[in-house]
T-cell receptor
């Protein structure tokens, strides 16, 4: 079945460091890919998405490119801030129902 | 747009009791999804509705779980004879039709079964 695998956390970075969170997927067909963020005590928020191969999603300085050849959707940010501390979830949506399948989440902690 | 609203935010119940959660989606969204999230894990799909029709249920949704969406508006998720393993965050999300639009999540209902 369809699945998403993320790099394990927690990831601890200093402010202004470069961030990469790896995400790979397994899916039949052509899924849409998403990154969601969950700040402490809050619900899931859509960070960015890509709907077809080679699409780049971007938002708030974060970027991810849909790579069909490597079945990957890695999240990157050039300079992280303390306010980026959160749990990041990679997800895919496939099939007529459009349900989301999530990875296990990667906790990011950014220190001043 | 008031977002997706879930009530209650927290629920503590004794094992064996029944509980019901409510989700109010964004008004124009025709699809509504329920997920369950346990500590340190990503959300797991439970079921979804298109308008009032329940179109898919996960194998995670045992006979003790039932969901409804009368009139295609709000939805309820009921758990009968709760067990300690039911302790989790229950998330509701809504979307407008196609999967490419993304989904708006509520803040969730945290259930603790003691």
């Amino acid at each position: 079945g369809d699945s998403v695998t993320q790099m394990e956390g927690p990831v601890t970075l200093s402010e202004e460091a470069f961030l990469t969170i790896n995400c790979t997927y397994t899916a039949t067909g052509y899924p849409s890919l998403f990154w969601y963020v969950q700040y402490p005590g809050e619900g899931l928020q859509l960070l960015l998405k890509a709907t077809k191969a080679d699409d780049k999603g971007s938002n708030k300085g974060f970027e991810a490119t849909y790579r069909k050849e490597t079945t990957s959707f890695h999240l990157e940010k050039g300079s992280v801030q303390v306010s980026d501390s959160a749990v990041y979830f990679c997800a895919l949506s496939a099939g007529q129902g459009g349900k989301l399948i999530f990875g296990q989440g990667t906790e990011l902690s950014v220190k001043p | 747009d008031t977002g997706v609203s879930q009530n209650p935010r927290h629920k503590i119940t004794k094992r064996g009791q029944n509980v019901t959660f409510r989700c109010d989606p964004i008004s124009e969204h025709n699809r509504l999804y329920w997920y369950r999230q346990t500590l340190g894990q990503g959300p797991e799909f439970l079921t979804y509705f298109q308008n009032e029709a329940q179109l898919e249920k996960s194998r995670l949704l045992s006979d003790r779980f039932s969901a409804e969406r009368p009139k295609g508006s709000f939805s309820t998720l009921e758990i009968q004879r709760t067990e300690q393993g039911d302790s989790a965050m229950y998330l509701c999300a809504s979307s407008l039709g196609f999967r490419d639009y993304g989904y708006t999540f509520g803040s969730g209902t945290r259930l603790t079964v003691v």
